[in-house]
């Protein structure tokens, strides 16, 4: 990934790095060093061609992954050009590295590929989607109902947009899906698991909120509606928090088991997991326990290619933050949906027998 961009002599210089043990720098372009290695201080040495002459360029850079440090100093013919450091944050805000455009011929898939992109991007597929995920639903349930959950929906999708903004990222929306859920879309990628962390709880954190409000509007009127719409809004964020791609829980859980580099790590995130399919099954939850289990295998098989993805790693503060705040989210909803389950209610107790069918 790109961590360093800067001017040397009227050209830009490019540092790119990765956690699997290489640099590579680039001026105007051209790789001009590269280094296999994971020591902490190195130094790239390299000749710059000008039109008046030869420069002997020298770039020191102290590099850790965990937790996050880079200091770099540059040389022109032993003269201090720059120097500086570079934090995490600094890496999140950073704009995507440009593509280079690939010429090729056109071809079916291609154009449909690219009418599927112009169809999305714009604002009646989002109306239309709506009305199809509400006729939908209505068949399902009643119209009432399938209001609530595409609010629901709109709710949980809205966190995961909220917090694509808080990092500067362009949005482009929320598409409904029918009988699937929803999509929240971003014009650009992320840079760091911390910031995929984020995108993938917000959506959860938001649909908690949603239920605990339900929640108090349904001890303060005693309605059976806003117990079932808190109930299964419940089972719908907890289901999304499932260790399982592409559902938050798999995107969150990916992130921490991805940026543990020692096999002791992902061994106590092996241990982890399976604790937890264990509580699951020994509460009754056996759909849970199966689903955690299926999602934890998936996550370890792709371990190994944790390197090959140009994300900055979360640090140890980042990845036991990350791991309480899933558990307590899924603890939250849990507790909803347990709750419900205990008023003696049919169907405000169906979200937990799903859980155990």
């Known amino acids: 990934m790109e961590l360093l961009k800067l001017d040397c002599l009227g050209q830009p210089l490019h540092l790119e790095a990765s956690p699997a043990g290489w640099q590579a720098l680039f001026w105007n372009g051209q790789q001009v060093s590269r280094i296999q290695t994971r020591e902490r201080d190195q130094e ?39 120097q500086g450091a570079r934090t995490p944050r600094d890496i999140e805000r950073q704009a995507p590295a440009a593509q280079i455009a690939v ?3 056109p071809n ?28 939908a639903y209505s068949w399902l349930f009643s119209v009432q109902f399938a209001l609530a959950l595409i609010a629901c929906l709109m709710v949980h999708e809205y966190g995961h947009i909220r917090a694509m903004r808080y990092f500067g990222m362009r949005t482009k929306g929320i598409y409904l899906i029918p009988f699937v859920g929803g999509l929240a879309l971003s014009n650009e990628p992320v840079n760091s698991r911390w910031q995929t962390v984020v995108i993938a709880m917000m959506g959860p954190c938001f649909g908690l909120l949603l239920s605990l409000c339900c929640l108090l509007a349904y001890w303060i009127t005693g309605e059976q509606f806003f117990g079932g719409l808190a109930a299964f809004n419940a089972l719908l964020n907890l289901f999304n928090l499932l260790p399982i791609l592409p559902l938050d829980g798999g995107h969150v859980l990916k992130s921490i088991s991805f940026s543990m580099n020692s096999t002791l790590g992902i061994i106590s995130c ?3 997991a399976a604790l937890g399919v264990y509580i699951s099954y020994s509460a009754g939850l056996a759909l849970l326990g199966f689903l955690l289990l299926i999602g934890t295998l998936e996550i370890l098989f792709e371990w190994r290619s944790r390197h090959l993805q140009a994300l900055l790693p979360l640090d140890r503060y980042g990845q036991l933050f990350s791991t309480a705040w899933y558990l307590l989210t899924l603890l939250g909803l849990g507790g909803v949906i347990w709750y419900f389950a205990g008023t003696g209610d049919a169907i405000l107790g169906l979200p937990l027998k799903m859980l155990q069918s």
Not at 46 to 57: A, N, S, W, Y
């Open 103 to 105: 010429k090729t011929k």
């Open 108 to 135: 079916w898939i291609g154009l449909a590929a690219l009418g599927f992109k112009l169809l999305k991007s714009a604002k009646m597929i989002k109306v239309v989607l709506a009305g199809a995920s509400l006729a």
């Open 270 to 272: 092996a241990i982890a």
């Open 44 to 82: 790239h040495a390299f000749q710059l061609q000008t039109e008046q002459r030869v420069i002997h360029c020298r770039f020191e850079v102290e590099l850790q992954w965990q937790p996050f440090v880079l200091n770099y100093r540059l040389y022109a013919d032993d003269e201090l050009l720059t």
